[in-house]
Nanobody, 121 residues
Framework: QVQLVESGGGLVQPGGSLRLSCAAS????????MDWYRQAPGKQRELVAT???????NYADSVKGRFTISRDNAKNTVYLQMNSLKPEDTAVYYC???????????????WGQGTQVTVSS
């Protein structure tokens, strides 16, 4: 009953920018933490950036100063603005949210389908 739809990935040259979006829809009552993870080939999935509801964003050291996470609670959407992209940023990017649906008394985790980001000249 909850869907996460990601968009915005693609191919970009080193130094370029991309903006990822992830919209949550469905029977959403409370939207808590919203995150972006990424997984490069042969590597474990890693947390890139996280933004709690009404809180302060946190970033992996590898993206600090280059990436910005933001959210629009009215649209149940989280964004990841990626600037000064490097080849090592190449990965599949996944959004992740923790939310409560109507009729439920507990929070659950939901994942987007993933979007490919390739940084190459």
């Amino acid at each position: 009953q909850v869907q996460l739809v990601e968009s915005g990935g693609g191919l970009v040259q080193p130094g370029g920018s991309l903006r990822l979006s992830c919209a949550a829809s469905g029977n959403i009552f409370i939207l808590n933490v919203m995150d972006w993870y990424r997984q490069a080939p042969g590597k474990q999935r890693e947390l890139v950036a996280t933004i709690p509801s009404g809180g302060i964003a946190n970033y992996a050291d590898s993206v600090k100063g280059r990436f910005t996470i933001s959210r629009d609670n009215a649209k149940n959407t989280v964004y990841l603005q990626m600037n000064s992209l490097k080849p090592e940023d190449t990965a599949v990017y996944y959004c992740h949210v923790v939310l409560m649906t109507y009729g439920s008394m507990r929070y659950k985790d939901y994942w987007g389908q993933g979007t490919q980001v390739t940084v190459s000249s």
